[in-house]
């Protein structure tokens, strides 16, 4: 049987967006993300960041860095008892394509590269999955790969919430915090979608 999934944004979602982190000494984790993630951890999902890293293409810090980062932010989740099942990352950046998604990329969100690679990974049921996050890609990322999205006012969440009164697609909910994301999906898994 195939599993679920919530697939996590990383900067604004996860952690305080400081821009470019380029080691775990800058990253600072929402202190209720842990529990969050515990949550999801207990009711059974899969816990899948996918996060567009383009300090690699700009030359901001290594890949080498980033692993090292990732792993490193891993580790404080186990260390509290919870589980991130994987992280898929894109590290491009094309100068030329400055366009507001970078389209031409298929693994930067909201292209469906990341989700689709964790599907066939995990062996993931992405109809069954949500996607959390606080930017309009990543909303769009939820779509794109058939998962149920869910905004966070985190981040950049706030504004993003505004930028979708005049967009087609729209977050299937908006929540305070990844916590609030995590009761509201928990809720509709008892009550049925």
């Keep these: 049987m195939k599993k679920k999934a919530v697939f996590l944004d990383r900067d604004g979602t996860i952690n305080i967006d400081v821009g470019y982190p380029s ?20 009711a059974g999902f899969l816990a899948v960041i996918v996060t567009n890293q383009s300090g690699v293409g700009r030359g901001l810090f290594t890949e080498d860095a980033l692993r090292e980062l990732h792993s490193r932010l891993l580790a404080s989740f186990a260390r509290r008892g919870v589980r ?9 950046y094309d100068p030329a394509e400055r366009s507001e998604s ?14 689709l690679r964790a599907a066939a990974d995990l062996d993931l049921d992405l ?11 990543d909303i769009e990322f939820g779509w794109n790969i058939g998962a149920t999205p869910v905004l966070v006012r985190t981040g950049f969440g706030a504004a993003a919430e505004r930028l979708f009164l005049d967009r087609p697609v729209r977050p299937a909910a908006v929540a305070d915090t990844l916590l ?3 009761d509201w999906i928990l809720r509709r ?3 049925g979608p």
């Design 23 to 42: 080691s775990f000494d800058q990253v600072r984790i929402y202190p209720s993300a842990f529990e969050a993630l515990g949550k999801l951890n207990e």
């Design 84 to 92: 991130v099942d994987a992280v898929y990352y894109c590290p491009h």
């Design 102 to 115: 970078q389209k031409s990329c298929p693994c930067r969100k909201p292209n469906p590269e990341m989700g």
């Design 127 to 137: 109809r069954a999955s949500y996607m959390i996050g606080d930017k309009v890609e």
């Design 180 to 182: 609030d994301a995590v």
């Design 189 to 191: 898994e008892k009550s």
